[in-house]
């Protein structure tokens, strides 16, 4: 088997004289927090359950990080063939097989599934597919896939359903098809001409990786740098690569409406500044935002409440309004990172131990996998200003970085802000090849509360990425103004 299929709720099934089935923990929604809460508990000889309508082990390993990071590792050597003269590797023309660009991905996701399957194989979680809603305070309702139903109760409940792409109320956007990031994936013909409406993480890899396997790219973004919120040379450098590359971007931009539909031929009509323009592709991507998976589970029959974004509300522990009732992940407004639903599960296993862990104050880290990375941890310069934070900034653009020359990646440049009255890390931006690698030992050395003079006097391996970090730490710091 694959991946798993969405399952629809019989609304004429009489589930009123069903037993409800008690467990210690009942988990709706299979995210990677959700599944390492099942796996663990359940180890511990708990008896629990995941209730999960589709994918086992929820999206990051069916749909969205790693088989995203798979296609952009495809593009990636696209890219590299294009470049082949660079390196000596001549050859005249190559192909793209988009069918064995998707197969690649497809068969590392068939790999996960098995993986996942036989964890809760061995630690005696049980996973049951089907639609889950609450039905009354931590007691649930399943439907199966055979249309019978299951009613389940738990001790606990953790909610982990997450978010799924938003779409925006655009005239003639429904009727044009348009692909999400899950279709984006499944393709298996390069788009002729690939519009992409929105320029957050998913547009920006996206549009990356089909421009390198031969699109025409044509990005759509409403406000006037992609990733606004970053700090300036961040946008800069990221709009030079976008243009060094080809792919043509569209800022300060309102979709009026679109017609045709996507895979055969769309038309999307934008107003820029007062100016009406009009864009023709033949495919069309709707990258703008995310919205939780909150609707039609009960929630208002368990007593669990929504912020005004539509989000599970919870306290630092991660309790909902219902008591014995938990959220994780992005449905609980969770930085929409694999990693920090990850650390969400270890907030409620310590607090169902009877801990007091909260989820305030955490170092995130965030990586954009475009080529070359985007990684930043703790405060943007744009952030300390806005804190009236001063600090001392240290940059060096990634020429300085002589493993970067080997690799011909000399594109993008690293930069740190310091304490001024003492030598801590405030924060670490990378915009370079591998940047997540080169963050994660500033990051390390942030979490253990080590002096910038800990990277700067480290022995580092040559030539390696992560040694860049000694000319960084070295350079002369500037103090930038704070208003």
């Not at 991905?105 to 790999?111: A, D, E, H, I, N």
């Not at 978010?163 to 044009?176: C, H, N, Q, V």
């Not at 924060?427 to 050395?445: H, L, N, P, Y």
Request: proline residues 5%.
């Amino acid at each position: 088997m694959g991946l798993l299929e969405n399952i629809e709720s019989p609304s004429n099934i009489a589930t009123n004289s069903l037993p409800s089935e008690g467990y210690d923990l009942v988990i709706l929604g299979d995210g990677t927090g959700a599944t390492l809460a099942a796996w663990t508990f359940a180890a511990q000889g708990q008896r629990v359950a995941v209730i999960e309508r589709k994918y086992i082990g929820g999206s990051c390993p069916n749909i969205a990080c790693l088989p995203s990071k798979n296609i952009v590792q495809s593009a990636r050597v696209a890219s590299y063939f294009r470049r082949g003269k660079e390196f000596g590797a001549m050859t005249d023309s190559f192909d793209i097989d988009m069918p064995t660009v998707r197969n690649r991905k497809r068969s590392m996701v068939l790999g996960l599934n098995d993986m996942y399957r036989e964890n809760f194989r061995q630690t005696g979680a049980e996973f049951i597919l089907g639609a889950g809603r609450f039905i009354g305070p931590r007691a649930l309702e399943v439907t199966l896939p055979d249309g019978t139903t299951r009613r389940l109760h738990g001790t606990n409940v953790i909610v982990s359903t997450g978010t799924r792409a938003a779409s925006e109320p655009i005239p003639g956007l429904s009727d044009a098809q348009p692909l999400t990031h899950i279709e984006a994936l499944e393709l298996d013909v390069v788009p002729g001409h690939l519009i992409v409406i929105g320029g957050g993480y998913v547009g920006l890899e996206l549009s990356q990786a089909m421009s390198r396997f031969g699109s025409k790219v044509t990005v759509i973004d409403r406000n006037d740098r992609l990733l606004h919120l970053e700090d300036e040379d961040v946008t800069s450098g990221l709009a030079s690569l976008f243009t060094y590359e080809g792919i043509d971007t569209i800022l300060n931009a309102k979709v009026k409406h679109i017609s045709g539909r996507s895979g055969t031929a769309v038309t999307v009509v934008l107003d820029q500044g007062g100016r009406e323009k009009t864009l023709v592709g033949t495919h069309l991507l709707v990258a703008a935002g995310r919205r939780p998976n909150t609707e039609n589970i009960g929630l208002d029959l368990a007593g669990v409440e929504l912020n005004d974004r539509g989000y599970i509300k919870v306290n630092g522990r991660l309790e909902t309004t219902a008591p014995g009732v938990w959220a994780i992940g992005e449905v609980a407004g969770t930085p929409q990172f694999t990693h920090v639903s990850v650390d969400d599960f270890r907030v409620v296993r310590d607090n169902l131990a009877g801990g007091n862990h909260v989820t305030t104050w955490r170092l995130i880290p965030y990586t954009l996998f475009t080529d070359p990375e985007l990684a930043r941890i703790g405060l943007t310069e744009k952030e300390a200003k806005e804190q009236n934070i001063a600090y001392r900034l240290f940059k060096i653009p990634m020429e300085r970085v002589l493993r970067a020359h080997t690799l011909s990646e000399t594109r993008g440049f690293l930069k740190a802000l310091v304490g001024i009255d003492n030598d801590l890390i405030l924060g670490f931006t990378a915009f370079a090849v591998d940047a997540g690698e080169i963050m994660a030992s500033v990051q390390t050395a942030m979490i253990a509360g080590l002096p910038y003079t800990a990277l700067r006097d480290a022995i580092w391996a040559h030539p390696t990425l992560v040694e860049g970090l000694t000319p960084l730490f070295s350079s002369e710091p500037t103090l930038p103004a704070i208003s």
